[in-house]
């Protein structure tokens, strides 16, 4: 019990279990905590944009071999590429086959999509340009590759590593503030939205949480078990990050703390710094789940019939769209609003039937994107020689 009680985990759990009941029993007070959790994902930003450049440029300039950084990239890359497009195709399978857009429209709450579909044109570049864990990330390997080459290389290395050090010391205290932000956050989810307004869709949201466990069991576990891992180890080695992300409905918050675990595992500071920045714009499953089941669910609703050409060209926009679908607010319906542009078939007024629910639909996405790039960093590391621990099948 005494162990129990000293896990962060066990405090953010509480906090969410006690954000539920405030959000049920004091709506109106529960909606205005809402600050309380923004200001610690704003606080984490602040972390996670140096410690990406830290592991990043320290593990490039640490390497000797500057081969390796163009391997890795181009593994995760192509890994991220296979598994981004099994669950789009996952997510058009399991909408079809349950159907869950097959329900009367008649008494769905309904909210204004207008801010979301005013501009149809998705411009993938602008996404990628706002992306800033990018931009950081590009800067990391420029400077990673300087350090290589210039005189006394192990004197910039030792100040890096120190630096490195002592931010992490900070996150580490910063973290106990996340049960108040996992509180603050349910309680807000709940107070707006209503536990009430999850009848109607439950058919949606009951397929969307099915399927993406599904996906990690069975997907994402025969993976793992591949390379004599298990995927239920790891879960167990990132509980107290999936904990924050599905109280603070997203995965940002868990980024720092979640390199710094993998590390621990045995996985490569350079792995870990080029897989999970890049994974968090190009490896989510999640979303990507959410995304191609959302545009049936739609079809679905409106009794709109696609062919196979149309569904094939379904997931071949999305596998484009998705990549930017990260780190820009309301880029999901967007994303959402411009394949049904470009398909031409289906009434893009149908997201506003999504929005209501959307809150609550993000803890799993935000939870199977977090494990996705984890199962994701610990592979390139075999793949690399690395010796993984605590996870092994």
């Known amino acids: 019990m005494r162990k129990l009680v000293t896990h962060l985990s066990f405090y953010v759990l509480v906090a969410i279990i006690a954000g539920v009941l405030v959000g049920v029993n004091m709506p109106a007070a529960a909606i205005k905590l809402e600050p309380l959790s923004k200001y610690f994902i704003e606080l984490i930003k602040k972390f996670t944009y140096p410690i990406i450049f830290l592991t990043v440029s320290l593990g490039i300039a640490s390497m000797g071999d500057l081969k390796k950084v163009g ?7 192509v890994y991220f590429e296979i598994v981004s497009t099994i669950s789009l195709a996952i997510g058009v399978i ?54 290589n080459y210039l005189p006394k290389r192990e004197k910039y290395l030792h100040v890096l590593g120190q630096i490195t050090h002592y931010v992490f010391l900070g996150l580490k205290y910063v973290m106990y503030l996340a049960p108040i932000a996992a509180f603050s956050g349910m309680a807000f989810a709940i107070g707006k939205y209503g536990l009430h307004t999850l009848v109607p869709l439950a058919k949606l949201m009951g397929t969307m949480y099915i399927t993406m466990i599904l996906f990690i069991v069975f997907i994402l576990g025969a993976i793992m078990k591949y390379f004599k891992l298990s995927i239920f180890k790891l879960i167990s080695n990132i509980k107290e990050e ?152």
């Open 71 to 77: 391997r890795i990239g181009i593994r995760s890359l």
């Open 94 to 147: 399991v909408a079809l086959w349950i159907k869950p857009g097959n329900i009367s429209k008649e008494g769905l709450q309904m909210q204004d999509p207008s801010k979301y579909t005013k501009a149809t044109q998705f411009d993938l570049i602008s996404i990628l340009k706002q992306n800033t864990n990018l931009q950081i990330l590009l800067a990391a390997i420029i400077i990673g590759f300087a350090i």
């Open 242 to 393: 999936l904990l924050i992300v599905f109280g603070t409905s997203s995965s940002e918050p868990a980024m720092p703390s979640l390199m710094n675990k993998l590390e621990k595992m045995g996985c490569s500071k350079s792995v870990v710094g080029l897989v999970i920045p890049t994974g968090y714009s190009f490896n989510l499953d999640g979303t990507s789940i959410y995304l191609s089941m959302a545009v049936i669910f739609i079809a679905q609703l409106y009794n709109v019939q696609l062919t196979t050409p149309e569904l094939v060209s379904t997931i071949l926009i999305l596998m484009l769209t998705s990549k930017g679908a990260a780190g820009v607010t309301g880029s999901g319906f967007i994303v959402l609003a411009s394949t049904l542009a470009t398909l031409q078939k289906i009434p893009i007024e149908g997201l506003a039937f999504l929005l209501g629910i959307d809150k609550f639909m993000s803890e799993a996405r935000a939870l199977t994107n977090i494990i996705g790039n984890s199962v994701a960093t610990v592979v390139i590391s075999k793949m690399e020689g690395e010796t993984i621990h605590h996870i092994q099948a």
